[in-house]
């Protein structure tokens, strides 16, 4: 056992530029978990950053010059992020208010609803059943008031990160997208001339991330609007908050559909109860859903990684887990990396050769 374990060091590990990749992806794992928190507004600019760079090398490829380049596509970032803060993010607030504020006449109606269940249908609900689920829910709703409260209380430290982030990532993202070049071959100066395997890594994830990050944040701005225009067209409340959880379920895939249907059917039901217009709700919520799903992420993702479902969601459940929002959003790029490395990941015939002997 001992001369096996052995030979399968010796081939795996042997490799100098193996050790390098090892050292080099424990560092990063280091870094993002125990300077994360305050690394945060960096790590922001360089996403940020990174998915901006496409247009300037766009706009480089039709002789715009790098200077012009930078700044043009900056002042849209600058507008971009301005017009979220004014508008998006103070309606999207005020409506989150409304929403907590109606939530104990939305129960009551919930409750009368799920009260008359066992005199409609007495073979499948019982009275104990509906009283179990009720309580449940209460519950719940309360552990949600705790934590606004605790929310609320905090809101003074949350604010003063905010205006960090708004002071800090809009320099760090020009400075990135002017600079960037330099500073990525300031640091490849520092690895050793021999790098053949990080190269075909870096190849093989560098298309590959750039387009996922990209047309993960399209997909986002194109699913959370369609969804505004049809909830604003067909009068459900809080049409702008829905819209955003619509937007963003779209980072959790297979899971983050299934979650966001519960609020929007139940603010539709309670607004309309079993109406045509409750309906009509959801079947616009199942069209735009089914266009997503077969129409958008195919054109957006065409060059996608192949990635079975089960790797996909147990990648949001391990990322999510460690690196909360950050991680869901890169979960299938971290593990397309490391489907990368290991399909890089130099193989020996040193086991097969032993067993020969």
């Known amino acids: 056992m001992k001369k096996i374990f052995s030979k399968w060091i010796e081939s795996y590990f042997s490799n100098e530029e193996v050790m390098l990749l090892l050292v080099l992806l424990v560092a990063s794992f280091g870094v993002i978990i125990y300077l994360g928190q305050a690394l945060a507004p960096v790590f922001t600019s360089i996403i940020l950053a990174f998915l901006m760079q496409g247009v300037i090398v766009w706009l480089k490829e039709k002789n715009v010059p790098h200077i012009v380049s930078v700044v043009s596509v900056f002042l849209v970032f600058v507008g971009v992020l301005l017009s979220v803060i004014l508008f998006i993010l103070p309606l999207a607030w005020k409506q989150s208010v409304n929403l907590f504020n109606e939530l104990p006449r939305m129960v009551t109606e919930a409750q009368h609803v799920l009260l008359l269940l066992p005199q409609q249908y007495p073979e499948i609900f019982s009275e104990h059943q509906i009283t179990q689920i009720i309580d449940i829910a209460t519950t719940e709703l309360s552990k949600a008031g705790q934590w606004v409260v605790t929310f609320s209380l905090n809101s003074i430290t949350g604010l003063i990160a905010l205006l960090i982030y708004l002071v800090l990532v809009p320099i760090l993202v020009f400075f990135f ?181």
């Open 177 to 357: 997208l002017k600079d960037g070049g330099g500073l990525a071959r300031w640091w490849v100066s520092f690895l050793p001339e021999k790098k053949e395997m990080l190269t075909n890594v870096w190849h093989e994830m560098d298309d590959q991330i750039a387009n996922y990050v990209r047309g993960k944040v399209i997909e986002i701005v194109i699913v959370g609007s369609v969804t505004y225009i049809a909830f604003v067209f067909l009068g459900i409340n809080y049409a702008a908050l829905l819209a955003i959880m619509v937007g963003l379920s779209v980072l959790i895939p297979y899971i983050g559909a299934a979650l966001v249907t519960l609020p929007v059917a139940l603010i539709g039901f309670v607004q309309w109860g079993w109406t045509n217009e409750f309906w009509y709700l959801m079947i616009a919520y199942g069209i735009i859903q089914a266009l997503d799903g077969n129409v958008l992420v195919p054109l957006l993702f065409s060059e996608a990684v192949n990635l079975h479902p089960v790797s996909i969601i147990v990648a949001v459940l391990i990322f999510g887990t460690v690196w909360g929002f950050w991680g869901v959003f890169f979960a299938i790029p971290l593990a397309t990396l490391i489907k990368a490395i290991l399909n890089a990941w130099p193989k020996s015939h040193a086991l097969g050769s032993g067993a020969t002997e």
